[in-house]
């Protein structure tokens, strides 16, 4: 059994991953939308929307996101959310986990 519980004083943090556990993909959190434009070249992320709205930018296409969404980052595809409500709160699965797997870009 895993337990874990977000962290309010944190913009992001992990629950649980193969790096503590013998859960096979990474599960985490943001209290907000994290802006930093990235990508990854193996890994999906699946951002699931608890609270809130934020907006995010894939590839240049901007996507306004709910409570209750589901958005998935494809491997290549550059990311970054711009704006995010007082209250935002998404979950994110990697899937598969690659470390090292995520690339900064400009």
């Not at 193969?18 to 599960?27: A, F, K, M």
């Not at 999906?44 to 609270?51: D, M, P, R, S, T």
């Amino acid at each position: 059994m895993i337990h874990s519980s977000i962290d309010k004083d944190s913009a992001k943090g992990w629950f649980a991953g193969p790096w503590n556990s013998e859960l096979p993909v990474p599960v985490g959190y943001a209290n907000e939308g994290i802006r930093e434009k990235h990508l990854h070249s193996e890994m999906y992320e699946i951002y699931l929307i608890a609270k809130g709205t934020s907006t995010i930018v894939i590839d240049g296409k901007e996507i306004d996101l709910k409570e209750g969404d589901m958005m998935v980052v494809e491997p290549g595809e550059a990311h970054i959310f711009t704006d995010s409500s007082d209250d935002y709160l998404h979950f994110v699965i990697h899937s598969p986990f690659v470390e090292n797997d995520k690339r900064i870009v400009g």
